[in-house]
């Protein structure tokens, strides 16, 4: 029984990068032998157990065959006569398919460490694919390591390509791109994660509404200029479909099958920048103003509208930004009407709401009116 170090554990020591996670291999074992040792078997479709003490994932070194389409087309082999050459071989990049030794020792069969030197992501073979996943993993690891000046080699760049004309990408479960997508929004460079589905041809297949050249270009720029500010994962997916029509934005977010609080913040993202753009020609009207503010129920979530107005900040050109400042300043100056002064006033029921809504309209029509009156000598 044998024990290795695998994977980004490996690769990022070579990196000079924090090491998070550690992963290993055992080769020469049953599930059995681990089970003696102490270990928990967790995996359910091959055998993957966690350490007793240090709670590290150990696999079993395991083989894999493709059998249909997709994802799931696989079948798993794992038994004590797989060598850790073999386990190395199933993996998508070079760089991801280094092992370390328990002494130390390097053992880098498909030339990980020379790639790591020329910055280059490469597939370790044409089992690549067989996983259309990995043209996601891929892009997200060119988004990552951008700083870093990697890039994808041409040669699996051209086999990302044949991949998505042969329709692997089709078969792609909506719970997986997202998963795949949202790690990708958190990265250094997500906006090389979108670049690189583009350059293959999987942006087409997968968010066709941001394919075309107008909206790819405005969402690369959104997103750029929110990751400026480090914008949360919310804000990131809003800024990219801020280009988008708030039905269409709705569309992609659910096909996506993206989280709750990404789509709602995505929806009013929409929602708020083309009402915004639309009134641009105009002195907006206090319901207007009060209207938006509702809508992004600043009231209750006031968290969520400031991290709503810096997605507009981020999204609406420079000669509307101040239509984004007048929001913000309406909902500061709504804020401080105080119900309790007006019960004291004997206001009460639905009298008390309606009263609430038309304090809060007198003190947006003053802000609308600020400029004009400074000007005055």
């Known amino acids: 029984m044998e024990f290795y170090l695998v994977g980004g554990a490996v690769r990022d020591q070579l990196l000079g990068l924090p090491v998070k996670d550690r992963d290993w ?3 020469g074992a049953t599930p059995e032998q681990l089970l003696d040792r102490g270990f928990r078997q967790v995996g359910a479709d091959f055998p993957v157990f966690l350490h007793p003490e240090t709670g590290e994932e150990y696999a079993l070194a395991r083989t894999e065959r493709k059998q249909g389409q997709g994802y799931h087309g696989f079948s798993v082999y794992s038994a004590p006569d797989v060598t850790l050459e073999q386990d190395l071989l199933r993996r ?4 991801n398919a280094m092992a370390e030794d328990e002494s130390g020792a390097l053992i880098d069969p498909f030339d990980g460490a020379k790639d790591i030197r020329e910055r280059l992501l490469r597939h370790v073979s044409d089992a690549f694919a067989e996983d ?7 892009a997200r690891f060119a988004a990552r390591f951008q700083p870093l000046g990697f890039r994808v080699c041409p040669e699996t760049m051209a086999l990302m390509k044949s991949m998505v ?7 792609l479960v909506p719970e997986r791109v997202w998963q795949e997508l949202r790690r990708a929004l958190q990265e250094h460079s997500p906006t090389t994660f979108f670049r690189t589905l583009r350059q293959c041809g999987a942006l087409k297949v997968l968010i066709p509404e941001l394919d075309q050249a107008p909206q790819y270009e405005a969402a690369m720029g959104f997103l750029d200029g929110i990751r400026a500010h480090s914008g949360t994962l919310e804000q990131r997916f809003a800024a990219l479909l801020s280009p988008l029509g708030p039905d269409t934005a709705r569309t992609v977010a659910d096909r996506l099958k993206a989280g709750n609080d990404c789509k709602s913040l995505a929806r009013l993202a929409c929602k708020l920048r083309a009402t915004l753009v639309e009134i641009a020609a105009t002195n907006p009207e206090p319901a207007t103003i009060l209207e938006l503010l509702n809508t992004a129920d ?21 000669p509307l930004q101040p239509q984004a400042d007048l929001l ?5 100056a709504c804020d401080a009407v105080n119900p309790r002064e007006l019960m004291d006033q004997g206001i009460k029921g639905r009298a008390l ?3 609430i809504q038309q304090e809060r309209l007198q003190r947006i029509a003053r802000l ?5 009156t400074k000007e005055q000598p």
């Open 25 to 27: 291999v055992v080769v």
């Open 92 to 95: 998508d990049l070079t760089i």
């Open 132 to 138: 259309p996943l990995r043209i996601l993993r891929t």
């Open 165 to 171: 004309a042969e329709g692997e990408v089709d078969h």
């Open 298 to 318: 600043c009231w209750r979530r006031p968290e969520r509208f400031a991290q709503l107005c810096e997605v507009l900040a981020c999204t609406l050109p420079e």
């Open 328 to 332: 913000q300043r309406a909902a500061r």
């Open 353 to 355: 709401g309606q009263a």
């Open 368 to 372: 609308i009116n600020e400029p004009t």
